[in-house]
């Protein structure tokens, strides 16, 4: 933790303040890892290091709710894949050959380039336990990159047949020693979660089964769910809710299938809702459910997914999250054959959904999302004097449509900064990215002797 004062000065904030849209100028002092102060102008003291904000928004760090990070060596491989090829490809050929090392890379290379996107916090849902060396790995590379984390401990990644087709095997009770070894402090940086295959992956019995581990380990549960065909076939949200076990802890990613009825359980019970758009539109999962989580005010927020299938930045995920509802709200007009005379969901409702949706989505409200005073200084600057942003008549819009990762200019997490002036402070990132590029071509490699990988 740092023991630094940093003052941030001269930016404009965009934040959220009990709630309420704040979009100002104003100073903020971090001590430690602490937000302690926001004012319009701060005093500096020769104990305080001057971050200059001139030209610049500041936000909180982004949050990505759902992401396999071990994943991330593999771009491209995914890129016109359907959810079957994915389960087939990814989960049945390239994950059983996974080493402990690939896990580490995979994550630290994910966890470094979510960083230099403006994500602070991410869920890293982590179906590659192949062995507890494979969670330790995972651990390691999250824990190197300076990211705050959800560690979402997940299944082996030894067997997609075994594992996720209607699997009869419950989670590995290893949960307990993982989280007996490496999650003592509650404070950390990285926390634990459970990271489940649900109803649609894993019979119903075994689902509760893995639930009722989760609450006895008092963290965190996410699952699949509503994932084309899979939601209405397996009415994962109504059998959970027949035993009585939906509850705040569950968290659920897509959504896409479920139905209305579905939606107001999750309201009534406080789950959480983690929107994908860019992979469900892709994969064949339906259309992405954020104007239905919206009106059922369900907590939302959004994740990248897969960045073996695409980019690793929320700033795509937010455009596609808002112009894919727009989308579907605007067809229903044309379908009545009307014009549409007003959009339905604005830029603000998705930059929410990447900060205190975020953080809500998380259980983490109290203690990221927004920046104000008492909360931890998870904080990005984002240069607005560059092409392609800049003139700027619109700040969310700014956030939300037109920047991109080259636009972040400083990350702090924690009261640590990880990117200063465009550059991750992280040393080794081009040797980091040759050590990712020989692991996935190994593994490509035997997957597929005949053709040389193009890791060009
Ligand atoms: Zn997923």
Redesign the pocket.
């Known amino acids: 933790m740092s023991t630094r004062k940093i003052v941030i000065k001269g930016g404009t904030v965009l934040t959220f303040q009990n709630d309420r849209l704040v979009c100002d100028k104003l100073d903020i002092l971090v001590e430690k890892d602490t937000i302690t102060c926001i004012e319009k102008e701060i005093e500096v003291s020769s104990d305080m290091e001057v971050i200059s904000a001139e030209g610049m928004i500041v936000s909180p760090g982004l949050i990505d709710t759902?992401r396999?990070l071990w994943e991330s060596a593999f771009k491209g491989t995914a890129s016109n894949w359907t959810l079957m090829e994915y389960l087939n490809g990814m989960l049945g050929g390239i994950a059983p050959k996974m080493s402990p090392l690939d896990v580490y890379l995979g994550n630290l290379l994910g966890a470094l380039e979510a960083l230099n996107a403006g994500i602070t916090t991410i869920f890293d849902?982590s179906h590659i336990m192949n062995s507890d060396e494979h969670a330790e790995a995972a651990i390691k590379g999250l824990r190197d990159s300076g990211i705050r984390a959800k560690f979402g401990y997940g299944t082996p990644g030894t067997s997609v047949w075994e594992w996720f087709y209607e699997s009869k095997k419950p989670h590995p009770v290893n949960a307990y020693d993982i989280k007996k070894n490496y999650f003592s402090a509650e404070d950390d940086l990285v926390t634990m979660a459970l990271a489940i295959r649900g109803p649609e992956y894993s019979e119903l019995e075994v689902a509760k089964q893995d639930i009722l581990m989760g609450r006895d380990l008092g963290i965190q549960i996410s699952m699949?769910i509503g994932g084309g065909s899979f939601g209405p076939k397996y009415k994962g949200v109504q059998k959970l809710d027949q035993l009585g076990l939906l509850g705040p802890d569950l968290n659920f990613?897509h959504g896409n299938t479920l139905n209305d009825h579905d939606f107001k359980l999750l309201a009534d019970h406080g789950c959480s809702l983690s929107i994908?758009p860019e992979m469900e539109l892709q994969m064949g999962l339906g259309l992405p459910a954020t104007g239905k989580a919206l009106k059922h005010n369900i907590i939302c927020s959004l994740g990248a997914?897969?960045v073996a299938g695409t980019s690793g930045n929320l700033f795509d995920q937010m455009k596609t999250a808002l112009q894919a509802e727009r989308a579907i709200q605007n067809e229903r007009h044309f379908q009545k054959g009307e014009m549409s005379e007003q959009l339905a969901i604005q830029d603000l409702d998705i930059f929410k959904m990447v900060t205190m949706g975020g953080a809500k989505t998380l259980g983490l409200e109290n203690k990221i999302g927004s920046l104000e005073v008492g909360k931890q200084a998870d904080i990005i600057l984002v240069d607005s004097h560059k092409l392609g942003i800049s003139p700027i008549h619109n700040t969310v819009s700014a956030m939300v449509l037109y920047a991109k990762e080259h636009d972040v200019d400083t990350v702090v997490i924690a009261g640590n900064v990880v990117k200063k002036n465009g550059k991750l402070v992280y040393q080794t990132t081009d040797e980091l990215i040759l050590e990712c590029q020989n692991s996935a071509a190994v593994i490509m490699k035997q997957l597929n002797p005949e053709t040389e990988p193009k890791m060009t």
């Open positions: 759902h396999h849902w699949h990613a994908t997914d897969m």
